[in-house]
């Protein structure tokens, strides 16, 4: 249950981030294509490693709810400050707004 | 949100269940009602009683139309005409007249029509009875035929009823029955400015208003003939099973809608929580593959299932095959493995825990330039 959620979350955040930095991605490849191809690199190396980790996790024998708990903590390292800024921009947005 | 999605559900449940109660199935025109006494009732086509009804009179109009109760469901429209008629007579005349309507008509079935007039009184009421009541059943085709009481093929009588939720009323019945051979006959009954109107009656206006309170018309099929009766047995069990077939499905799309409302089963949304993004784009290029990383290394921990590693081995032709090693540890090392697994995962835990506190406290901490602070 919590697995899917946070898979549904994974997805989302990484469509939004696609979502909005499409026009640089598409300035950058159209303007600067050797630097597009460097950071491509890089993302192939994290597609190649991908490939491994389902091996490596399988090899190091820890159990799901290990291999979960280690999950969420990185999730909430990775969200918490964004999520704080976005609370504290709609509270502060809210106290500007309101009569 | 969900609140009121829940709300609109359930108003539009209540709304479905009441609708079966306040709109009452019509009658169809067709419907056969089978009763086996010696004849069979070919179908009716019945009016209901009105809510008190009135025609509102008025002496000044010649012409009154007359409202029938629900004519739309009634073939034949009524309009009454308002007859100045000097000859012998000192009051009014008002007739009644059955125009521009047409039925169609089997022969061989006695059709009976049956009109109840419901007579509304004045304070200052005169006679209230019939100066003179006389009938005439027109019909404009082959079969045509005018009629008084005692003549065939239709005949009229009067009843009088003096009890009864809309008592008095007076009830004109006219039967009617086309020739045998004829089938399918369209009957017109009178015309607006035919002076032989399909049905008189004539009353004293001052005394009374006049309304048709109910109109009907029954079809009976008098015959002893096994065939006759069999074949309307036939068309009657049609029809019911018809009727039952149509209630049977709304039985099971009401079913439906009440099994839908109150299934609180949630195992499938889990599923389609996630299904929900299967469709959006992911671009793993440039800047955004490059700030997505940590979370598509995430997803792929989540979703990662083992398969076994082959590779080339360098300087000979051969190639290595790593199998999954969970089902190895499982098979030789079971003991061992689920004492590995309760201290990792005792240790992971602590070490989460203490992280994620070590973490909120860093938020706090306002000589973090990291991102604004957690201060609320």
């Known amino acids: ?99 | 949100m969900n609140d009121k999605i829940f709300r609109y559900f359930l108003y539009s449940f209540t709304f479905i269940l009441l609708s079966f109660s306040i709109f009452p199935k019509q009658v169809n025109a067709a419907q056969i009602n089978a009763t086996f006494d010696g004849r069979a009732v070919y179908f009716i086509n019945d009016s209901p009683y009105p809510d008190g009804a009135n025609t509102g009179y008025n002496s000044s109009y010649t012409q009154e139309q007359i409202p029938i109760p629900d004519a739309s469901r009634f073939p034949i429209n009524v309009t009454g005409y308002y007859n100045s008629y000097g000859n012998g007579i000192f009051y009014p005349i008002k007739q009644i007249g059955i125009v521009n309507s047409t039925f169609s008509f089997r022969g061989g079935v006695r059709y009976e029509f049956r009109f109840d007039f419901k007579w509304y009184y004045n304070n200052n009421a005169y006679l209230n009875d019939f100066v003179r009541s006389y009938v005439l059943w027109n019909t404009t085709n082959d079969d045509s035929v005018s009629c008084d009481s005692g003549s065939t093929p239709c005949t009229v009588r009067w009843e009088h009823v003096t009890s009864g939720q809309y008592a008095p009323y007076y009830t004109a019945v006219v039967t009617y029955v086309p020739q045998t051979n004829k089938t399918g006959a369209l009957v017109d009954l009178g015309s607006v400015n035919n002076a032989n109107q399909a049905l008189f009656i004539n009353y004293a206006p001052e005394a009374a208003h006049l309304s048709i309170a109910r109109s009907s018309i029954t079809g009976y099929i008098d015959s002893t003939s096994d065939d006759e009766i069999n074949n309307v047995q036939d068309v009657a069990r049609e029809i019911m099973e018809n009727d039952n077939r149509n209630q049977q499905q709304t039985n099971e799309k009401l079913d439906q809608i009440h099994d839908d409302l109150t299934d609180d089963d949630i195992s499938e949304s889990e599923d389609s929580a996630e299904d929900l993004f299967n469709d959006f784009t992911v671009n793993n290029h440039g800047l955004s593959g490059i700030i997505t990383a940590p979370l598509r290394l995430l997803q792929s921990l989540s979703s990662s299932t083992c398969s076994p590693l082959t590779f080339p081995l360098p300087f000979v032709h051969n190639q290595v095959s790593l199998p999954c090693m969970k089902p190895i540890y499982n098979t030789y090392f079971h003991d061992f493995l689920v004492i590995y697994q309760l201290i990792t995962t005792g240790l992971i835990s602590y070490w989460v825990v203490v992280k994620i506190y070590a973490h909120v406290k860093g938020m706090q901490n306002p000589d973090d330039d990291r991102i604004e602070v957690f201060d609320l």
């Open chain 1, 1 to 99: 249950m919590i697995g899917k959620l946070l898979s549904a979350i994974f997805k989302l955040v990484i469509s939004l981030i696609n979502l909005i930095l499409l026009p640089i991605d598409t300035l950058i490849t159209s303007s600067l294509p050797d630097l597009s191809s460097a950071l491509d690199s890089f993302s192939s190396l994290v597609d190649y490693v991908i490939n491994f980790i389902g091996y490596v996790v399988d090899c190091s024998g820890l159990s799901a709810n290990a291999i979960n708990l280690i999950i969420l903590y990185f999730t909430f390292v990775l969200l918490s400050r964004p999520t704080v800024y976005v609370v504290k921009l709609a509270i502060r947005w809210y106290k500007a707004l309101k009569p």
